[in-house]
């Protein structure tokens, strides 16, 4: 690759896959089976969907107990009751951090992700070197995302190889006593969500 | 068959090709039951364009990390959850544990 065009998005646009993907969506539109409405709506529904949904599941739950029990045994109806459109074929399912149990997700197959709730993966969720690496040496991968799980805490690996996408409900980060919702769902990233790291103040 | 969650398991070391959705890391490897999932349509065959049909139970199967890789870092304690069909678990010694 050329120097100077290596901004965000860049290269993308002219690599093999996407012309490959400008001519089969071109195709489906030549033969009726997808219409340009359908394509956009598509491209609407992941734009509105973002990590900061899954903040703001984390911070009610952070503050009411008895959403953090809908949350844990029925993620969809949980969201629901926050505005946010579940709707996916797939399950939802979130998995809570303990002081004993730390959890982490990963697709090693693909890139299965909680996309009706998060929107897009991140890249590196979707690379081999995170899909392999996540199973077999998961401490060494929170290291290098700037986190170690403390003395005594067991790691859990969630593999989404199937029909259930997982979300981490992370710990509420000590010191963050007052705060309210809005304040805390601001320290809730998308790693902390994923289990590659955690909330901090 | 019908596994209980608490019973031992052995993913099937199957090369079945095409799609599936067994990682390879864990295909002969021992487990245990933690809990059924629910009965999908079988992605084996969804991929192909096919029903699914019937739909085939889905458990979560628990794995003790030391249990798949030699040189694992870490916990002995650290494991791992995969969601395994049941077409791929036969199984394991050991009983209930």
């Not at chain 1, 949904?53 to 969809?76: I, M, Q, T």
């Not at chain 1, 969201?79 to 809570?96: C, G, M, S, T």
């Not at chain 1, 006593?177 to 289990?195: F, H, I, P, Q």
């Amino acid at each position: 690759m050329s120097g100077h065009h290596q901004h965000e998005g860049a290269g993308r646009t002219t690599s093999p896959y996407a012309a490959r993907i400008r001519a089969i969506e071109a195709l489906l539109l030549e033969k009726g089976v997808l219409t340009e409405p359908e394509v956009q709506d598509n491209i609407s529904y992941m734009e509105a969907r973002s990590p900061a949904n899954g903040a703001k599941l984390v911070a009610r739950a952070w503050l009411d107990e008895g959403f953090e029990e809908l949350l844990l045994s029925d993620a969809k109806s949980a969201a629901l009751q926050l505005d946010i459109d579940p709707e996916h074929p797939a399950e939802f399912v979130v998995v809570k951090n303990t002081p004993e149990v730390h959890n982490l997700i990963v697709c090693t197959l693909c890139s299965c992700y909680p996309r009706a709730i998060l929107g897009r993966p991140p890249d590196w969720y979707k690379s081999f070197n995170y899909r392999s690496r996540a199973v077999r040496e998961p401490r060494a991968v929170m290291r290098e995302f700037g986190f170690e799980p403390p003395d005594g805490v067991e790691v859990l690996v969630h593999d989404s190889t199937a029909d259930v996408r997982y979300m981490v409900l992370p710990m509420r980060p000590s010191g963050t006593e007052g705060m309210g919702e809005e304040e805390l769902a601001e320290l809730v990233t998308r790693d902390s969500l994923v289990g590659v790291n955690v909330p901090r103040l | 068959m019908t596994f209980e969650p608490g019973e031992r398991v052995r993913v099937l070391p199957s090369e079945k090709p095409g799609h599936v959705r067994t990682p390879g890391y864990i295909k002969g490897k021992a487990g245990w039951i933690e809990s059924l999932i629910g009965e999908f349509p079988n992605p084996e065959e969804l991929a192909y364009g096919l029903s699914g049909l019937p739909e085939r139970p889905l458990y979560k199967v628990g794995f003790l990390q030391a249990d798949l890789w030699d040189d694992y870092e870490g916990s002995d304690e650290d494991y791992l959850y995969a969601d395994v069909y049941e077409h791929w678990l036969e199984p394991g010694e050991g009983g209930k544990t």
